[in-house]
């Protein structure tokens, strides 16, 4: 709980800070995003940076839960990740909004982010 607390406190000012660039990225390269071969690529780079993070997110949140007592030195690793990844998925447009809003939603709730599917999973085995 106190690494999600830190988080909120931190993302509030990168927030107000980024707001201006948000607006010129997301103008500029939702232009470009535009035209099918480019906004293809664009999709493909933004997954390929998007997921080793996103893989390395859901290992620290089940390695919290797996071991409850490693959650203060995991929570060094994963804050600056997640803070880092809340400032992409700000600036960067993304021409899938709930594509977005799931990846806000993982950062938000670190690090209780693993999908409750593979929770279970993990858990039994």
Known sequence: ML???ILRIINIPIT???FIPEI???????LLIAIPPIGLVYVLIMNLIWLPLYGLIFGISWLNKKVPFLG???SFIGIPIVTILNAFLQIMPNPEKQDKYNKATICMEFPFSMPSQ???KLMEG
């Not at 010129?24 to 939702?30: C, E, K, N, R």
Request: proline share 5%; glycine share 10%.
């Open 118 to 120: 593979l929770v279970g």
């Open 72 to 74: 203060i030195p995991l």
């Open 16 to 18: 107000f800070l980024l």
């Open 3 to 5: 690494a999600n607390s």
């Open 24 to 30: 010129i990225t997301t103008f500029f390269l939702g």
